[in-house]
């Protein structure tokens, strides 16, 4: 089987999963949806919490698999989970009030719970903030695996991930607008009619299968789209490897500048000069990746290298290999293969990656070494500060990082950056964290 073939195929597996956890996931909280007109209030927590733990087992026993699009699963779980809680409260405060009391309706407790009125809203509120606070900068993605230079695959399915939260969204804002009006201006407590089981419980469920076909279709023609040869290549083929340097003397960090055609012209942009490929090695020696590094650079004098961490290609074939490089002065620089490029300080390439100018390379890259850098800093690998002063922020400058002894491909430094103790409600959300630390 061709590289390009394989890659397709696996490829197409996981755009085929994102959809499969969207109908199941989805599919199990309109079964609640269509069975409550038949299920007894006191019955209803049980039921939401029973589907909410399935999914909860669900999603950690798949929480350490790449490219597994748990975002859908993770939603719909804390959806149901909190809908529990509220049919809950609900029943125990019934000689109180009831949640047609909100739209001014009198309140009738021989009525089965209207269930849309309560998951709709929540899952507008979940997905949304999950959507910002998540999903928003790749943040769900980065924080679990450990590495900010995802693949051209995780970024597919990233992005798939995030159609398919957006999607959630809008139709529960649809559906909790729909809903609520009608209750509002039509709905009379005295029983359920046929108009009410059509807004109450034929309308989401319809729209569900509705997204089911539409995001079956839209699915398969990207599947279909990713298997042309021509696509499968600029995903890449397997068995390579990458090796990167960022060659850096005292605070300045050296990047050469390119230009790529584009649709209205040519674009410019800043990147490593030393990029080499090659075929896929299990293991790089330093000795290795000094003769790469010579034979790209044509620098050959005394120089430091250092190891920094690896990442992913396309699938364990693949690895992506970063450097830092040292060299004895500048002008050994200049006087090689590759002079012509700028010494950038650290505020000028900030602002290059402010407006867009760097590589997706470099700038995950980066954002990945200063993420660990400042964690390491800051706290231990709990996430406990290291020093008694609240949102410390450490100086880091490139002259140090030669002498850094921290593991930039240890994962839990991207966890602490995001989960410290500076943090609102530090222990609490670390403790679901360790039970449901998950990828997209």
Known sequence: MSPYRKNSRELSTYIIGTWRNWAVCIGLMMGIVLLSPVIERRLMPMVAAGVAGFLAVFVYKRRHRINQALAIPYITMLTLGISALLFLGMNLTASITDVYEFANKPVNHDLPFIVQ???????????????LRRLGNHRFFRSHNGRSDVSHVQRIVWQEARYHVKLLFFLSLLLTVTEWCYCYFYFITANLNRPDMFFFVWLPVSLYVLSIVMCGIHCMSLSAFYGQSDVAKLIGTSRTTILRYLLVDADKMYLTRNVIKVKHGEAIYFDTPVRAVRPYMETVTEGEARAIFAENSGI???????????????????????????PASKEEVSDSRIEGGVWLSVDEVRELNRIHMLSA????????????ANAWKRY??????????????????????????VDFNDPVWLRVARLNADKPLFRLRRFFSRIFSLAI
Do not use: Q
């Open 117 to 131: 009125l309560i998951l709709a809203p929540v899952a507008t509120i979940v997905s949304g903030i999950f959507l």
């Open 361 to 372: 390379e470099l700038s995950a890259e980066l954002v990945h070494i200063y993420t660990v």
């Open 380 to 405: 231990d690998m709990n996430g406990k500060r290291l020093y008694s002063i609240k949102n410390y922020r450490p100086m880091l400058k490139l002259a140090e990082m030669k002498d850094w002894t």
């Open 300 to 326: 050959t004098g005394d120089y430091m290298i250092k190891f920094l961490f690896d990442g992913l290609g396309f699938s364990d074939d693949n690895s992506i290999l970063h450097y830092l490089c040292v």
